[in-house]
């Protein structure tokens, strides 16, 4: 009874598509669950209508909307409305894809590193390249700060350097590690009920409460869920606001 | 609790980035150990730095520009 609390996680391929360097490209379960979370929030904003009196799910449709654009305006002002696409397909996917992942037997997309990392690396590239095309290479200034002596400054540009790289790497592993240690500690909680249960009656009496636990968990991944898509949008907002306004 | 998530992940995501630099480092360049100690240094300075700048006690780098 006792599952292995790392084990809904495991890649599993589905079918190869073909093979590029002698790397093996497939289709896994990691890429299935990513293909349904874009078929769901394509079915959630094309096939929900366009009535003047919204329905249930057109009103889904259109308060996600409004959120993430209220969001921008508030964190990067009205010109951060450029960005909106990308910010809103960013909150769509990660929100989709965490909360198909609370349902039991499913494959939580975001729990692998790479899946977050690529995300957060492609926020910090186009922040990146808008703040040298807005800046040029006055860019450069941010590694060097006023002030310091000399025989100090190469040290500190080297950390200056370091800094402004760790940026999608706290941006990725946030969401990452949320859910990851979510998901095993639910895990965790529900085989307890499991191994209880095969002890006797003395067994179900005392899964009461891990079983109640499980029930009470869930509902925080949901919310976890939520807020972790709703931190990594925010953070997106503040990163496209410092390219967007310097020295603000 | 959500700040400080934030802080603690900024201070892990400097010394995470900063091992994986020094061991890149030294996988390409055969400098083993040194990349790795200097790196690893340097990344937890940097950590800080970027815990300290989330928390608003040190000024933000693109108030330089």
């Known amino acids: ?248 | 609790m959500a700040t400080g998530l934030r802080l603690s992940s900024e201070l892990v995501a400097g010394v995470l980035g900063g091992a994986a630099l020094g061991w890149g480092f030294d996988r390409l360049l055969s400098t083993s150990p040194w990349g790795l100690i200097v790196f690893l240094l340097l990344g937890f300075a940097a950590g800080v730095i970027n815990v300290m700048r989330t928390a608003g006690v040190m000024a933000k780098q693109n108030e330089r520009l």
Not at chain 1, 40 to 58: D, E
Not at chain 1, 91 to 111: A, D, E, Q, R
Not at chain 1, 143 to 156: A, D, E, H, M, Q
Request: proline share 4%.
């Open chain 1, 1 to 248: 009874m006792a599952a292995d609390p790392i084990q809904q996680f495991a890649l599993k391929k589905i079918f190869t598509i073909g093979q590029i360097g002698g790397q093996e490209i497939a289709i896994t379960n990691s890429s299935a669950y990513m293909f349904l979370s874009v078929a769901v929030i394509s079915l959630l904003m094309l096939g929900t209508g366009r009535q003047l009196i919204p329905g249930r799910m057109q009103s889904v449709a259109e308060l996600s909307y409004e959120f993430v654009a209220s969001t921008i305006r508030s964190t990067a002002g009205a010109e951060g409305m450029k960005f909106f696409p990308l910010v809103f397909s960013l909150f769509m996917f990660i929100c989709i894809s965490n909360v198909i992942g609370v349902i039991p037997y499913t494959f939580t997309v975001s729990s692998h590193l790479i899946v977050t990392f690529g995300l957060a690396l492609l926020v910090f590239c186009i922040v990146l390249i808008y703040g040298f095309y807005k800046n040029g290479l006055k860019f450069f200034k941010l590694f060097v700060p006023s002030g310091v002596p000399l025989y100090i400054l190469p040290l500190v540009v080297v950390v200056e350097v370091i800094s402004f790289f760790l940026k999608p790497v706290s941006h990725s592993v946030r969401l990452f590690a949320n859910m990851l240690a979510g998901h095993i500690a639910l895990k965790v909680f529900a085989s307890f009920v499991g191994m209880l249960g095969a002890i006797g009656f003395v067994g179900w009496v005392g899964a009461i409460l891990p079983l109640g636990l499980t029930v009470a968990l869930t509902a925080l991944e949901l919310l976890v869920a939520f807020l972790q898509a709703y931190v990594f949008t925010i953070l997106t907002c503040i990163y496209l606001n410092d390219a967007i306004h310097p020295g603000h």
